[in-house]
């Protein structure tokens, strides 16, 4: 939101505290409202919250320089706009956490400082510049991948047809043939078709089957999840459960999420090969509530927060940032294709899953927003 825009509201509210819950709450970036002459702040949204792992109610009272330190290129940004001099300030700089915060590290951010006259006031908005990066990566990654399901998919009908005629002629042809040992030869053909056939089939099976829209219970689907692995790893790994029980409902396809997650988790339990062999593997089902949040683009006020964590060897450095194309596998023998159905089903839910990944540590993270029924404590 503009600072123009943003003050007209101002001018237009009956008091500050009746605006910010209203309009800031919403705001994806951090925000911060504090006074010209005392630099107290007033207010602080959800957002900036979370950027500084304190609560609003430790946070309001402090000053902007118990917030950042003595920050030069800040302190001259406010003091340029209550100087009048600008209606408004933008810069990239470093900002620095609040002292007890427990993540105490310089970031990159852009920051926006706005006067607000007839009130007194000054707002801070802030984001870190690796944020809109990564925001920016991820939507050409995702419109990269579009195009290779499109292609996929036209490729896939494309060899249907002939496929059905190659079997069906080698059928005819093992009829004729005088000798049973050449038909050895037909049922290569045979069973290699069909195996083709079965490629085809999952690469067109996420656009074929309806959804079955419903409201379930996410943790009775990841334990099911959990009990399928388990069932096929029994030994010599541990799949941790780190669920928030305060989460409502998910609206969506149940068979499709536990398949996404089934996807993802068999995945790890089969890279974690050598840490089962010393009974140290574990991976770890994770679930939070996430709060305004943008997903493509899309605005959400409540999303579900999904995460499958492994300790295994991490993924090839030289495909990591192809994992969700088609046909791709860093595993031997893969069909390359499990990601890519997970991404689908996540997407056709209107969520996004990415991935970051290193030697030790997979962090799978999948969002999907809530519809309204529920509402979280």
């Known amino acids: 939101m503009s600072a123009g825009l943003l003050r007209n509201s101002f001018k237009g509210a009956a008091t500050a505290a009746s605006f910010f819950p209203?309009?800031?709450?919403?705001?994806?970036?951090?925000?911060?409202?504090?006074?010209?002459?005392?630099?107290q702040l007033i207010y602080v949204n959800p957002a900036a919250e979370a950027a500084l792992d304190l609560s609003r109610k430790s946070l309001e009272g402090q000053s902007v320089r118990d917030l950042f330190g003595d920050n030069a290129p800040l302190n001259a940004m406010i003091d340029e706009v209550q100087r009048g001099r600008a209606p408004a300030q933008r810069q990239e700089m470093m900002l620095h956490s609040l002292p007890g915060s427990i993540h105490q590290e310089s970031i990159p951010a852009h920051?926006?400082?706005?006067?607000?006259?007839?009130?007194?006031?000054?707002?801070?908005?802030?984001?870190?510049?690796?944020?809109?990066?990564?925001?920016?990566?991820d939507e050409r990654v995702t419109q990269q991948v579009e195009a290779n399901k499109e292609l996929m998919r036209n490729l896939a009908h494309e060899i249907k047809n002939p496929l059905g005629g190659i079997r069906?002629?080698?059928?005819?042809?093992?009829?004729?043939?005088?000798?049973?040992?050449?038909?050895?030869?037909?049922?290569?053909i045979i069973k290699?078709?069909?195996r083709l056939q079965t490629l085809v089939d999952r690469l067109l099976a996420p656009h074929r089957k309806a959804h079955a829209m419903e409201y379930f219970n996410v943790h009775e689907a990841l334990e099911r999840v959990r009990s399928l692995v388990l069932a096929e790893f029994p030994k010599g790994l541990r799949i941790i459960r780190n669920y928030d029980t305060s989460l409502p409902d998910l609206l969506g396809d149940r068979e499709q999420l536990i398949q996404a997650v089934l996807n993802i988790t068999?995945?790890?339990?089969?890279?974690?090969?050598?840490?089962?062999?010393?009974?140290?593997?574990?991976?770890?089902?994770?679930?939070?509530?996430?709060?305004?949040?943008?997903?493509?683009?899309?605005?959400?006020?409540?999303?579900?927060?999904?995460?499958?964590?492994?300790?295994?060897?991490?993924?090839?450095?030289?495909?990591?940032?192809r994992i969700f194309f088609p046909l791709v596998s860093g595993r031997e023998g893969g069909s390359g294709l499990g990601l890519t159905l997970t991404q689908t089903f996540v997407q056709q839910h209107q969520g996004s899953i990415t991935c970051s990944s290193r030697p030790g540590r997979t962090d799978f993270?999948?969002?999907?927003?809530?519809?309204?029924?529920?509402?979280?404590?």
Do not use: C
């Open 22 to 39: 209203t309009l800031l709450d919403q705001l994806p970036n951090a925000i911060v409202v504090f006074e010209g002459e005392s630099q």
């Open 168 to 188: 069906g002629a080698a059928q005819l042809l093992e009829f004729e043939l005088p000798e049973k040992g050449l038909r050895e030869y037909t049922q290569v």
């Open 111 to 137: 920051v926006v400082i706005a006067m607000f006259d007839d009130l007194g006031l000054i707002m801070m908005e802030w984001f870190p510049i690796d944020q809109q990066l990564r925001s920016e990566r």
């Open 192 to 194: 290699e078709s069909d």
């Open 365 to 377: 993270h999948i969002q999907i927003p809530y519809r309204k029924r529920e509402k979280v404590s």
């Open 266 to 321: 068999h995945n790890a339990a089969q890279a974690l090969a050598e840490e089962i062999s010393r009974g140290v593997a574990q991976i770890e089902l994770k679930t939070r509530v996430a709060r305004s949040i943008t997903i493509a683009k899309q605005r959400y006020k409540l999303a579900m927060d999904l995460n499958v964590i492994d300790n295994g060897p991490g993924i090839p450095e030289e495909i990591r940032e």
